[in-house]
């Protein structure tokens, strides 16, 4: 799984260095999306948003979005998207109810491709504020 990102093996890095771009990658893309919920969500602007206690709720609350605009495209169920990213139905309820709030870095990465499919044009913005 490797979230959209793709390698060469023309370059002669180790096994480990292409998971660490990755990995920064996926974390430059979640910042940019943080930024897009905590805009698109009033419910942060009520949570002293100056207050580090906010930007962790958003952490907490960050794949939960991701998920609930999935489903609320309407081109995704939970069955689906538990489907997509090779994991159980109750495990997207979790998501969704707030009780997984730590979902496994694949799953992540899943609801992010997914997510990607059903917004591209965000993403293409967040390449583009995140290169």
């Not at 990102?5 to 292409?18: A, D, R």
């Not at 990658?25 to 906010?54: A, G, H, P």
């Not at 169920?77 to 489907?83: F, M």
Request: aromatic share 16%; glycine share 4%; charged share 25%.
């Amino acid at each position: 799984m490797n979230c959209g990102l793709n390698y060469t093996k023309n370059f002669n890095v180790s096994k480990l260095e292409p998971k660490i771009l990755e990995a920064k990658k996926v974390r430059r893309f979640c910042e940019y999306l943080k930024q897009y919920f905590k805009n698109e969500n009033d419910y942060f602007y009520s949570i002293y948003t100056n207050n580090k206690w906010s930007y962790g709720m958003l952490d907490y609350n960050f794949m939960k979005y991701l998920v609930k605009e999935i489903i609320l495209s309407g081109e995704y169920n939970v069955e689906g998207i538990a489907l997509y990213t090779y994991t159980s139905p109750d495990i997207i309820y979790d998501i969704v109810a707030g009780v997984n709030q730590n979902p496994s870095f694949i799953t992540c990465c899943r609801l992010i491709e997914l997510h990607q499919m059903i917004k591209p044009k965000l993403y293409e913005e967040a390449l583009e504020n995140s290169a």
